[in-house]
């Protein structure tokens, strides 16, 4: 089990779709992170939000739109994404300079 | 942006034996994260290592940070330990290697 939790596990959503991907952690981090991996490939990083501000925009395409309401949650707005923006999205977590701990992730698949 | 590389880049291993994965970075890093992907996806932090040596069970790991490099050592393989190990430092946001998939055969 993790401690980060991400919703859904699955989406299939097409091209003029508007879908959000959730994350919540309640070990009281302050530093929140989304990630995209693509198959066979590293995760890349998308954003980083420190103390519920965006502290990292890694120049991610603006149909993906990160949102921080409060301490423990992490939206990841998507929009008129693209068949390439298809890929597993990885929430993580930490205290500040600590160990980062990833949710089980988001299977994106636009069509 | 800060560079890191990890070799091997395929392991293959039969049951019970060890192996030492590297990772070299470019530049002077604030810490240094092992993780493990298992083949469903899920990414667990081994150790949060920014330098020195750390033991948990038949896993430990070393860095040396003047010399710029990472090592994980995994003793005993078995099975479970196939998946994909990532080294990732942090130096203002955190940056993931290529990674090692490792393959433990019974």
């Known amino acids: 089990d993790t401690e980060v939790t991400q919703t859904p596990k699955h989406l299939v959503m097409g091209m003029t779709n508007k879908k959000s991907l959730k994350c919540e952690q309640h070990?009281?981090?302050?530093?929140m992170y989304w990630y995209k991996q693509k198959a066979k490939k590293p995760p890349e990083l998308m954003f980083v939000y420190s103390y519920e501000k965006l502290s990292i925009n890694e120049s991610v395409p603006s149909r993906f739109s990160p949102e921080c309401p409060n301490s423990s949650l992490l939206n990841l707005h998507l929009h008129a994404l693209q068949p390439e923006d298809s890929a597993l999205y990885l929430c993580a977590s930490s205290f500040i300079n600590s160990p980062l701990h990833f949710g089980n992730g988001t299977r994106l698949t636009v069509t | 942006g800060i560079q890191v590389e990890q070799s091997p880049p395929d392991l293959i291993l039969q049951e019970g034996a060890n192996s030492t994965l590297r990772c070299n970075f470019s530049d002077s890093v604030n810490n240094l994260q092992w993780f493990h992907q298992n083949p469903w996806g899920q990414l667990i932090n081994l150790f949060y290592?920014?330098?020195g040596t750390k033991q948990n069970g038949r896993l430990s790991a070393t860095t040396v940070a003047t010399e710029r490099y990472s090592l994980l050592y995994i003793s005993s393989s078995q099975t479970t330990d196939s998946g994909v190990y990532f080294c990732?430092?942090?130096?203002?946001?955190?940056?993931f290697g290529a990674g090692t998939r490792l393959t433990v055969k019974p």
């Open positions: 990732a430092v942090e130096r203002g946001d955190m940056r």
């Open positions: 070990m009281g981090h302050r530093a």
């Open positions: 290592i920014p330098s």
